[in-house]
């Protein structure tokens, strides 16, 4: 796993930061902030040169390696001036990262791209430029030069409390498409609970963790019938996150944790049954929500449960035509253990309305 691991802010001028290379952007109309305008006079004019002769024409996220005499220059396009929004900007922070990662700049320096100094345009930029770095080469098995990371962004002007927040906000998704990644065999329903209370040491949160005996006793039968036939010793997490007063209704989180579905004995088709792995997304996106928070520190009450098992076709599984109990005692007759993820939300929802009453 890698992406971006420093980003700076600054109100020093593009030209005085030492970087492998700048940025810039160019709106459709030919148009630059005061940033981009004095680059292109250090370029002597090359840009909007190059703009009126058509080479570039300010299109979204359009591409363009200019060279000064201390480095190279990527010029990006912003699209229409009068339809720059959050997302514009989240794009073009994408680009950038991709297209360093691509030319091999470990350290970029750019501008608040469009020249809007507010927090939400820092914070998707900043978004943009950690979720566009991201990479996922842990199992590779390359040389270390041949895999390049972008290491640093520097971001000249804007809000430095939108970049932060940013960045934060985007290593929770990142912290998210790891979990996600990784293969069945590493991320197990026992690492979805070890991260959990790794989170919730930093974020002060309580984290209970139930195993198969626990959760049965407690009822939840529906949970317990989709992990009979793993030998992978499934988990009901509990995170609960109080940031403000208790009498204050939390917001509740209920992630899907299937580390891997083969449909149990309703079994899938084997092809493209490997990403059966990502059955466990929705667990994923809980926990980097919860690794946010414990950043943030959020003035609000979330509570998060994720229920999580494989799904085999082990000698004890459940089977077409049995009945479970669900953690508030309804019935439910299982016609296709495919369909599996219902019923282990259905006991992580029972659980949380009954105790949250969110």
């Not at 929004?85 to 030319?103: D, M, P």
């Not at 809980?286 to 943030?296: D, F, N, P, S």
């Not at 959020?298 to 000698?315: D, F, M, R, Y």
Request: aromatic share 6%.
């Amino acid at each position: 796993m890698a992406h971006l691991s420093t980003l700076k802010h600054t109100r020093d001028s593009l030209d005085s930061i030492k970087a492998d290379a700048i940025s810039i952007g160019i709106f459709k109309d030919g148009s630059m902030s005061f940033r981009g305008k004095a680059v292109d006079n250090i370029l002597n004019g090359q840009i909007s040169s190059a703009f009126k002769r058509g080479d570039i024409k300010g299109k979204h996220s359009e591409t363009t390696i200019f060279y000064a005499e201390n480095g190279p220059v990527i010029v990006i396009g912003l699209g229409k001036a009068d339809n720059f929004e959050t997302e514009c900007i989240r794009k073009v922070g994408g680009t950038l990262a991709k297209k360093a990662i691509t030319k091999k700049y470990a350290h970029v320096a750019c501008e608040n791209f469009g020249g809007n100094g507010s927090a939400p345009f820092g914070q998707a930029l900043a978004e943009g430029l950690v979720l566009g770095s991201y990479q996922f080469n842990d199992y590779m098995t390359k040389k270390k030069e041949e895999l390049f990371e972008l290491n640093k962004v520097t971001v000249s002007g804007g809000s430095r409390v939108g970049i932060d927040r940013g960045s934060i906000i985007a290593n929770g998704v990142c912290f998210a498409r790891n979990l996600g990644n990784h293969p069945g065999n590493v991320t197990t329903p026992t690492r979805l609970a070890n991260e959990a209370k790794k989170i919730g040491r930093r974020g002060k949160m309580k984290v209970s963790v139930f195993d198969r005996k626990k959760f049965t006793e407690m009822g939840m039968g529906a949970l317990a019938g989709v992990a009979a036939g793993t030998d992978e010793p499934p988990k009901f997490i509990l995170m609960e996150y109080w940031g403000t007063k208790k009498s204050v209704k939390p917001k509740v989180l209920v992630g899907k944790g299937l580390t891997f579905d083969s449909g149990g004995i309703s079994i899938k088709p084997s092809a493209k049954m490997d990403e059966m792995k990502f059955d466990m997304c929705g667990s994923a996106v809980v926990l980097g929500c919860m690794h946010t928070i414990a950043t943030l520190k959020p003035k609000i009450n979330v509570v998060a449960a994720v229920s999580s098992t494989e799904n085999l076709s082990g000698a004890k599984a459940y089977k077409p035509g049995d009945i479970v109990t669900a953690y508030n005692g309804k019935t439910i007759e299982v016609l296709n253990t495919d369909a599996e993820g219902r019923l282990i939300l259905a006991d992580a929802l029972s659980y949380v309305s009954k105790h949250y009453d969110p």
